[in-house]
Nanobody, 127 residues
């Protein structure tokens, strides 16, 4: 079993920055995949970014590309999401997710592939 706990959310003005953290504990895996998703009020959950644990290969949704950076500290079992130039449309609850699955040639962007989820952290961007 893997436990994921997010932190770092808050209220920020448009153009500002936040860094989200996701601490993993329990049975962690070195060859799996981790990701960030978000869900805005009244909308479906959407993919934000993913990283492959063993080689650090990353992939982003078009809506955040160039503004957000996903990274992982394997020694601390912690996943990060650095968010810069935030926009009001980035307002959502942000979730980290993990799966023991790994594919060298594919990026996992669908939520159903991820087995473990955190409880979420609220990010609110004011205009």
């Amino acid at each position: 079993q893997v436990q994921l706990v997010e932190s770092g959310g808050g209220l920020v003005q448009a153009g500002g920055s936040l860094r989200l953290s996701c601490a993993a504990s329990g049975r962690t895996f070195s060859r799996g995949t981790m990701a960030w998703f978000r869900q805005a009020p009244g909308k479906e959950r959407e993919f934000v970014a993913t990283i492959k644990n063993n080689d650090g290969d990353t992939y982003y949704a078009d809506s955040v590309k160039g503004r957000f950076t996903i990274s992982r500290d394997n020694g601390k079992n912690t996943l990060y999401l650095q968010m810069n130039n935030l926009k009001p449309e980035d307002t959502a609850v942000y979730y980290c997710a993990a799966t023991p699955l790994y594919n060298r040639n594919l990026y996992y962007t669908g939520g159903s592939i991820y087995t473990y989820w955190g409880q979420g952290t609220q990010v609110t961007v004011s205009a």
